[in-house]
């Protein structure tokens, strides 16, 4: 979409994990003192959304990486499953929240980040046992990602969602 500030804006999705642990209100209060949040809604993601979101790890070269059948461990986590996604609001939003969210790792991060407060996993305990690391939280790793990010959760005809509130509030 033309028109869009792409550098204001990042999807945020709370994963499986974070939403069975009754995490969400929490990690969302901890984004919402950098960015304004906008547009939440809990949805089951389809497979077409979950392959698009994670096309990086379908090459069977990451499987065999990873020692596991990475799509079939994809469905397993998030087909069927409740994830929540929104929208954050705000200069520099996905920089500024990728800092705020830490590493992939919930083990390497440092504690004043949501992966590393709130984690429970680490990479190494889910490689050993075979499985995709819980790590609770994903944003759009930088804004030339974020029209993508959008694309895939929101869809088409939701361009509107992209208008700030004129009075702050969240949605």
Known sequence: MTGVDWSAWSVILLKPDCLQRGLAEEVLGC???????????VISP?????FAHYDDLLPPQVSQEFGLDVPAALRRLYVGARVMVALGHGPD????????????????????????????DDLATAR????????LIHTSDHAGVVERDFAIWYGPGQHHLLTPAADGSTT
């Open 46 to 50: 389809t497979e077409e959304q979950v």
């Open 128 to 135: 050993a046992e075979g499985r995709l690391i819980n790590n």
């Open 93 to 120: 939003a996905a920089a500024r929240l990728r800092t705020l969210i830490g590493p992939t790792d919930p083990g390497i991060a440092a504690d004043h980040t949501i992966r590393g407060r709130f984690g429970v």
């Open 31 to 41: 984004l919402s003192r950098q960015v304004r949040i906008t547009a939440r809604r």
